[in-house]
């Protein structure tokens, strides 16, 4: 108690030496807790909008169905069983068909997944409603990055040949009665919608799907025979690891943040034992120990942290609520990294990242000022009040 | 050692290491103070009055023989023992006051009585009765660096005085001071040593203070030449 208080009187009475470090030391704290909301607020994002668009919550996959072996989407079909039959027709979950197809926009040869989706799913957010359209050619819609990799438009007409069941190769006409907005690449990039009866006449399977996508607001987990459940953990596990790897590069930033501001502190610590000498000999002259001496510099030392939570408190906090609000825009192109960025990141602050934040900083601080105050415990006191230097 | 003894030094030995040699600072001191001494440890520079009276003040321990204040052999006593002692039962003044800087002159006076863990009430009337016998109540609110060197002195003075010690050590406290201020200050200490009966142990070469002094411990080469009392006119 004596420590904080002499501590206090100390750092206050020296004015704008400590008032500088506080502000180094406040700055970082925000910088951190910024950085890492803005990590936090895109992870958080990223797995809102998966979870609308694309994983629901989890899916059920046909035994065959590997999404990286586009030869396997020819074996991975089977017939709707009845328990997921039922889901559907509540709108807890909804079937998708997958095959291979190839598009030719404007002469052009390019391969693409075609994903066969019921137009009245509410399950994710693919505006499939669109697909309800009467049309001499067959309704579809594409994502904006498919739009723009094969340079269509709305209301384009384009052919497409895919392989029915039997092996059979088909082509026709496609018109794209829409493009919509996503912020998650794998919905979009190389992919084309069109309705799930559409798609098994095409195929030549009716009644017939690759897999199921549950409602996110239903918990469907049974067995069921041919099909594989998987959760939304597991579907969302690449991204969760992306981002954590992300989370380890902006750790380096952290660092060499906080080993400035620690710096800073060691810097005035030194100093201190040096210009503080005759100080340090006159409190161990007036009977404090040597120990009570450290535990004096150490305190004010981590007590810079403090202050500086307080200071960053007053004018850090309503920044990052003003980042919280506005969120912040993300340079274009950055969609195309494969990973699910929303056009804004809106930095989310959990306590445990404040919290953690500010204990690392205080516990880091501390250690930093003790080790040069512990060159006070080797002081000679009668050449320290004298100010000889040691 | 009798009731009235605060200080025995017996065959006090106290060596410097200087290269692969020694330097023996004090050599053989034998003295005794009683309370209420207004003693000088007098003598040129580089005599031993200032390391004597660190032995005293428990900042330093002798090499050789012993020095027992207040009933405790320095040269035993642990670093948290010693601190106990200084914090306690001495007070300190020097020659360059050694005021705490950001510290205000109430702050300063104040310090010694945290130590002892003095209730808020009972330091606020201490300090202020301090404060009082150096005459700088006007001042509480000052910082060192606002005050003259004579004021700084006082509110060492006062700090010393503060926990009313049953010792005081002074090493050169008049040195960076004017003839006047000197004075003042002496007179001062003297009225707080009659009236508090609180022992001064002066180190000084300053003639000053030597013709306040009710004993005078000549110091040279280390060792005491002279141990004299010095009676007042009243007491002639």
Same mark, same amino acid.
């Given at each position: 108690?004596?420590?904080?208080?002499?501590?206090?009187?100390?750092?206050?009475?020296?004015?704008?030496?400590?008032?500088?470090?506080?502000?180094?030391?406040?700055?970082?704290?925000?910088?951190?807790?910024?950085?890492?909301?803005?990590?936090?607020?895109?992870?958080?994002?990223?797995?809102?909008?998966?979870?609308?668009?694309?994983?629901?919550?989890?899916?059920?996959?046909?035994?065959?169905?590997?999404?990286?072996?586009?030869?396997?989407?020819?074996? @991975?079909?089977?017939?709707?069983?009845?328990?997921?039959?039922?889901?559907?027709?509540?709108?807890?979950?909804?079937?998708?068909?997958?095959?291979?197809?190839?598009?030719?926009?404007?002469?052009?040869?390019?391969?693409?997944?075609?994903?066969?989706?019921?137009?009245?799913?509410?399950?994710?957010?693919?505006?499939?409603?669109?697909?309800?359209?009467?049309?001499?050619?067959?309704?579809?819609?594409?994502?904006?990055?498919?739009?723009? @990799?094969?340079?269509?438009?709305?209301?384009?007409?384009? *052919?497409?040949?895919?392989?029915?069941?039997?092996?059979?190769?088909?082509?026709?006409?496609?018109?794209?009665?829409?493009?919509?907005?996503?912020?998650?690449?794998?919905?979009?990039?190389?992919?084309?919608?069109?309705?799930?009866?559409?798609?098994?006449?095409?195929?030549?399977?009716?009644?017939?799907?690759?897999?199921?996508?549950?409602?996110?607001?239903?918990?469907?987990?049974?067995?069921?025979?041919?099909?594989?459940?998987?959760?939304?953990?597991?579907?969302?596990?690449?991204?969760?690891?992306?981002?954590?790897?992300?989370?380890?590069?902006?750790?380096?930033?952290?660092?060499?943040?906080?080993?400035?501001?620690?710096? $800073?502190?060691?810097?005035?610590?030194?100093?201190?034992?040096?210009?503080?000498?005759?100080?340090?000999?006159?409190?161990?002259?007036?009977?404090?120990?040597?120990?009570?001496?450290?535990?004096?510099?150490?305190?004010?030392?981590?007590?810079?942290?403090?202050?500086?939570?307080?200071?960053? $408190?007053?004018?850090?906090?309503?920044?990052?609520?003003?980042?919280?609000?506005?969120?912040?825009?993300?340079?274009?192109?950055?969609?195309?990294?494969?990973?699910?960025?929303?056009?804004?990141?809106?930095?989310?602050?959990?306590?445990?990242?404040?919290?953690?934040?500010?204990?690392?900083?205080?516990?880091?601080?501390?250690?930093?000022?003790?080790?040069?105050?512990?060159?006070?415990?080797?002081?000679?006191?009668?050449?320290?009040?004298?100010?000889?230097?040691? | 050692?009798?009731?009235?003894?605060?200080?025995?030094?017996?065959?006090?030995?106290?060596?410097?290491?200087?290269?692969?040699?020694?330097? *023996?600072?004090?050599?053989?001191?034998?003295?005794?103070?009683?309370?209420?001494?207004?003693?000088?440890?007098?003598?040129?520079?580089?005599?031993?009055?200032?390391?004597?009276?660190?032995?005293?003040?428990?900042?330093?321990?002798?090499?050789?023989?012993?020095?027992?204040?207040?009933?405790?052999?320095?040269?035993?006593?642990?670093?948290?023992?010693?601190?106990?002692?200084?914090?306690?039962?001495?007070?300190?003044?020097?020659?360059?006051?050694?005021?705490?800087?950001?510290? @205000?002159?109430?702050?300063?006076?104040?310090?010694?009585?945290?130590?002892?863990?003095?209730?808020?009430?009972?330091?606020?009337? $201490?300090?202020?009765?301090?404060?009082?016998?150096?005459?700088?109540?006007?001042?509480?609110?000052?910082?060192?660096?606002?005050? @003259?060197?004579?004021?700084?002195?006082?509110?060492?003075?006062?700090?010393?005085?503060?926990?009313?010690?049953?010792?005081?050590? $002074?090493?050169?406290?008049?040195?960076?001071?004017?003839?006047?201020?000197?004075?003042?200050?002496?007179?001062?200490?003297?009225?707080?040593?009659?009236?508090?009966?609180?022992?001064?142990?002066?180190?000084?070469?300053?003639?000053?203070?030597?013709?306040?002094?009710?004993?005078?411990?000549?110091?040279?080469?280390?060792?005491?030449?002279?141990?004299?009392?010095?009676?007042?006119?009243?007491?002639?």
């Amino acid at each position: 108690m004596l420590a904080l208080k002499l501590a206090y009187r100390n750092l206050v009475g020296a004015g704008l030496r400590t008032w500088l470090n506080v502000f180094v030391l406040s700055f970082t704290y925000i910088l951190i807790i910024w950085q890492f909301g803005m990590i936090d607020g895109w992870n958080y994002q990223a797995q809102v909008d998966m979870k609308n668009w694309e994983v629901g919550n989890g899916q059920y996959w046909h035994q065959n169905f590997d999404p990286y072996d586009f030869f396997s989407y020819e074996e @991975s079909h089977a017939q709707i069983p009845e328990l997921l039959k039922k889901a559907t027709s509540e709108g807890k979950a909804t079937p998708i068909l997958i095959s291979q197809g190839t598009i030719y926009p404007d002469g052009r040869l390019q391969s693409m997944i075609l994903r066969g989706i019921s137009p009245e799913q509410k399950v994710i957010a693919i505006p499939s409603a669109e697909l309800n359209v009467k049309s001499e050619e067959i309704p579809v819609i594409i994502g904006q990055r498919m739009a723009n @990799s094969c340079k269509l438009n709305q209301g384009d007409i384009t *052919t497409i040949r895919w392989r029915d069941a039997n092996g059979t190769f088909d082509a026709k006409e496609v018109k794209i009665v829409k493009i919509f907005h996503c912020n998650v690449p794998s919905v979009d990039a190389g992919q084309m919608y069109l309705s799930l009866e559409n798609h098994q006449k095409m195929m030549q399977i009716p009644g017939q799907a690759t897999m199921f996508i549950i409602d996110k607001n239903s918990n469907i987990n049974s067995n069921i025979s041919g099909w594989e459940y998987k959760s939304h953990e597991f579907l969302m596990k690449e991204m969760t690891e992306m981002i954590k790897m992300k989370k380890v590069g902006g750790s380096v930033l952290y660092f060499i943040l906080l080993l400035l501001a620690m710096l $800073a502190i060691f810097d005035t610590q030194v100093l201190s034992i040096f210009r503080r000498q005759k100080e340090i000999g006159t409190y161990i002259a007036m009977g404090m120990t040597r120990k009570q001496v450290v535990g004096l510099f150490t305190v004010e030392g981590a007590m810079h942290a403090i202050l500086a939570v307080i200071i960053g $408190a007053i004018y850090g906090f309503p920044f990052l609520l003003w980042q919280m609000k506005i969120g912040i825009s993300m340079p274009a192109g950055t969609d195309n990294l494969g990973i699910p960025i929303a056009e804004k990141i809106f930095p989310v602050y959990g306590l445990g990242l404040i919290i953690s934040t500010v204990m690392l900083v205080l516990i880091i601080t501390t250690i930093v000022s003790y080790m040069p105050a512990h060159k006070i415990s080797k002081m000679n006191p009668t050449d320290a009040i004298k100010g000889k230097i040691q | 050692m009798e009731q009235n003894q605060l200080i025995t030094i017996n065959n006090l030995v106290k060596n410097f290491p200087i290269g692969k040699g020694k330097f *023996t600072a004090l050599n053989g001191i034998n003295l005794t103070f009683k309370t209420g001494e207004f003693a000088g440890l007098v003598g040129p520079s580089g005599s031993g009055k200032t390391t004597l009276l660190n032995i005293i003040g428990s900042l330093d321990i002798p090499s050789e023989g012993y020095a027992n204040v207040l009933g405790m052999n320095i040269g035993k006593l642990n670093i948290k023992n010693a601190a106990i002692l200084r914090r306690l039962h001495l007070g300190f003044i020097f020659q360059t006051y050694n005021l705490l800087p950001v510290y @205000s002159v109430y702050e300063n006076v104040e310090f010694p009585l945290l130590l002892i863990n003095m209730s808020a009430s009972q330091r606020k009337k $201490a300090v202020m009765d301090a404060l009082d016998w150096v005459g700088l109540t006007d001042k509480i609110k000052s910082r060192p660096a606002q005050l @003259s060197g004579g004021e700084c002195q006082r509110v060492a003075v006062a700090r010393a005085m503060v926990k009313k010690p049953k010792i005081v050590l $002074a090493d050169e406290p008049t040195a960076n001071l004017d003839a006047a201020n000197s004075h003042n200050i002496l007179k001062m200490m003297m009225k707080l040593n009659e009236e508090l009966k609180t022992t001064f142990i002066f180190a000084t070469h300053d003639e000053k203070v030597i013709q306040y002094l009710k004993r005078k411990i000549k110091l040279e080469d280390g060792k005491i030449v002279k141990d004299e009392i010095i009676k007042t006119n009243k007491e002639l």
